[in-house]
């Protein structure tokens, strides 16, 4: 008689479409290693994917792909990975290996990829399966809940570190104080660069937090005016780089002028829509560079995993709220009510 387990699915394209459904938990063959899930991070583009916003992903298909957990099987062409590593994994579950993309390890841009919660079932299940290349084990201090963090903060790293190079004496803007905003912060922090974290009134909670987790100035752009606030900290020239983290074109058009002459916008959150109006004078008057950042790839996650587990990530601020899985409609209703930070779905109760 076949195993099953629980899992969040996505049935059919649309608003919601979404619920618990029980499907046989998958089987380790071949390089694949099968992870007992203890905790999933609710993603944005879970959310856009939830409102049916999210063209990526592949129906039906388990969501989830921030996540940690326990290795309980492995295939017979796993070589290091064990029964009972305490593991996170990169969402990149297929690839071509023979792209250009692929030979550089730029696992995130080869045109076949299949990803976890989005063409392969992902971890808001009680079990999910991974490749053994995608896996990492978890440093022995730190937590399953820190660890299913690392996703993001690699989305993250990717954008600071490969994609725009970011400096110590870099001063920057941070549109957007949402979970990915605040990584991108502590990560600044951590080089030292000094930092806008720009939010609106709504964002009230997330912009103090924002300042306890080192923010040099934080702005309500619905009541204080962000240029004049800018042009006082870089003596009228402009920050050097802007991070997007809103997906929000009034802000992103906002910002373009405020960024001095041959500065970068790097884009990491995702628009709603496929086509947004851009400030496209600015962006050439300016001779400004406007970057994409997608997702993630092996070189990230090192650093991600180095950086939480010494501290440098404020991971009890970050989480405010858990939840079961089977309560997975709550956490989703409560991402979307937009006060918490980052919600958990704990998917084994009491097992980790």
Not at 192 to 198: P, Q
Request: glycine share 8%.
């Amino acid at each position: 008689m076949t195993k099953t387990m629980q899992g969040v699915s996505k049935q059919a394209p649309g608003y919601d479409q979404m619920s618990l459904i029980e499907l046989p938990i998958p089987e380790a063959t071949g390089d694949k290693v099968l992870i007992k899930v203890a905790y999933t991070g609710i993603c944005g583009s879970d959310i856009h994917t939830f409102k049916g916003e999210y063209k990526n992903p592949t129906t039906p298909v388990v969501l989830g792909h921030e996540f940690s957990g326990e290795v309980v099987a492995i295939g017979e062409a796993v070589k290091e990975i064990k029964i009972g590593d305490r593991v996170t994994s990169e969402t990149t579950f297929y690839v071509c290996g023979e792209c250009e993309y692929c030979q550089q390890k730029q696992y995130n841009l080869c045109p076949y990829r299949k990803g976890l919660g989005t063409q392969q079932n992902g971890s808001m299940a009680n079990y999910v399966l991974a490749r053994e290349e995608s896996i990492h084990v978890l440093p022995d201090h730190l937590s399953y809940q820190g660890a299913a963090m690392t996703e993001p903060l690699a989305c993250c790293i990717h954008a600071m570190y490969q994609e725009s190079q970011l400096k110590l004496q870099d001063k920057i803007i941070i549109i957007g104080p949402g979970p990915i905003g605040l990584y991108l912060l502590q990560i600044a922090k951590e080089i030292g660069s000094f930092v806008i974290m720009t939010g609106i009134t709504q964002d009230a909670h997330r912009l103090e937090l924002a300042k306890e987790l080192g923010a040099d100035v934080i702005v309500d752009t619905m009541k204080e005016d962000l240029a004049e606030v800018v042009m006082k900290h870089t003596d009228g020239y402009g920050v050097d780089k802007v991070y997007d983290a809103s997906g929000a074109a009034v802000a992103v058009n906002q910002a373009l002028p405020l960024i001095r002459k041959k500065g970068q916008l790097i884009q990491v959150g995702l628009f709603a829509t496929k086509k947004i109006e851009l400030d496209t004078e600015s962006i050439i008057q300016r001779e400004i560079e406007y970057i994409g950042s997608r997702s993630q790839n092996p070189f990230d996650w090192p650093i991600a995993l180095h950086l939480l587990a010494k501290g440098a990530i404020a991971i009890d601020q970050m989480i405010t709220k858990k939840y079961v899985l089977a309560d997975w409609r709550e956490a989703f209703d409560k991402v979307m009510a937009g006060n918490e930070i980052k919600v958990m779905i704990e998917s084994n109760p009491g097992e980790f």
